[in-house]
């Protein structure tokens, strides 16, 4: 497998800062979710952006997604609870948000409001500035209570007009309730971004098996709930395949690669590597396999990236020496260079 300075280069342009605004894929539904609770909340999200989605040491969990074109950020506080939560409480913890923000401005919070739409109790106002910065930020927070879960959401945007108000409407109305899919409900917690810039850090110092255990935690936090940008979640697949593969797993290595075509079979490496992981164990047909569907599918690399010839990669020096396999490869990538 000679691939992996090529994916080094993908991870570290991430790292550095230079990824594109869409580090984190964007949804048509937002969801968010307990392990402990049998249902998820889910809303309509097109063009919004998941920029954090954890459990904090406490059980919550903080979402946060935003719509960079129209600027609206919402996020949810969402906990379990021991016991059925009270409108009262619900009521309670709007009026601290109040007292407590009213501190944020220099000028009382203007239009304050409550009002109750289903289950769902809401409070509004607008916070003109913050420490003397004209903010004319839009508040609305909407307490759920519900039987065995309290929901805490809030909308947001600074420099609100009220032409925007129809975003905040639409994003509250689409607000429902779902039963969780059993999967969900042992998916694993965490960030997958921060798991693959753990895992990142360990595989560019070269240090493959310390890299696995939050390469795999990432993806499978990504499988049942994905947030990567595609091409990192290419990245991903690919380091962690390569790690198992250096380390001598290539059971491990072929199993994620093969998660990885069937999710992506478009994308031409996977088959490569696959083809490596065929080569190294002598399986001379299983390898001729792979590298056909990753040579017809060589025009989908990604911008940058170029796809390896066989010929000088380390995977397949033992295969080569025969001569139906080499005469297999040179038919199949032309004659060499």
């Given amino acids: ?66 719509n960079p074109k129209s600027q609206v950020v919402v996020s949810v506080f969402l906990e379990a609870s021991k016991g059925v939560v009270q409108k ?42 913050m420490d003397g910065t004209s903010m004319n930020q839009k508040n609305v927070f909407a307490c759920i209570p519900k039987a065995d879960g309290y929901v805490d959401l809030h909308v947001s945007k600074v420099l609100f007009k009220e032409s925007d108000r ?7 109305q689409s607000v429902l309730f779902v039963p969780k899919q059993a999967s969900t409900k042992e998916a694993p917690a965490g960030d997958s971004k921060q798991l693959m810039r753990e895992g990142s850090r360990y595989y560019l110092a070269q240090q493959y098996r310390e890299a696995i255990p939050p390469y795999q935690k990432a993806l499978d936090i990504e499988k049942s709930s994905p947030r990567l940008e595609r091409n990192l979640w290419r990245a991903l697949v690919d380091n962690l395949s390569m790690a198992y593969g250096i380390t001598g797993n290539l059971a491990a290595a072929q199993s994620t690669l ?14 490569y590597n696959l083809a490596c992981v065929a080569a190294e164990r002598g399986e001379v047909r299983e390898t001729e396999k792979y590298l056909k569907m990753a040579v017809e599918r060589r025009q989908n690399v990604i911008a940058g990236e170029n796809f390896p010839d066989a010929r000088g990669d380390d995977s397949f020096q033992k295969l080569l020496v025969e001569d139906d396999f080499r005469k297999f490869v040179n038919e199949l990538y032309g004659a060499p260079k």
């Fill in 1 to 66: 497998m000679i691939r992996r300075l090529q994916f080094l280069m993908l991870v570290f342009t991430f790292f550095s800062g230079a990824a594109s605004a869409q580090e984190v894929a964007t949804s048509s539904k937002l969801n968010v979710w307990l392990p402990s609770l049998p249902w998820t909340l889910e809303m309509d999200g097109p063009g919004f952006a998941v920029r954090v989605d954890e459990i904090k040491p406490d059980g919550r969990r903080y979402f946060v997604a935003e």
């Fill in 88 to 129: 009262e409480e619900c009521q309670q913890s709007l009026e601290g948000k109040v007292k407590r923000n009213a501190s944020l401005s220099s000028s009382p919070l203007k239009g304050v409001a409550y009002r109750q739409n289903g289950d769902m109790l809401i409070l509004e106002y607008t916070l003109a500035d």
């Fill in 166 to 172: 129809p975003a905040f409407d639409a994003l509250l």
């Fill in 258 to 271: 093969s998660y990885g075509a069937s999710k992506d079979p478009d994308y031409p490496l996977f088959y």
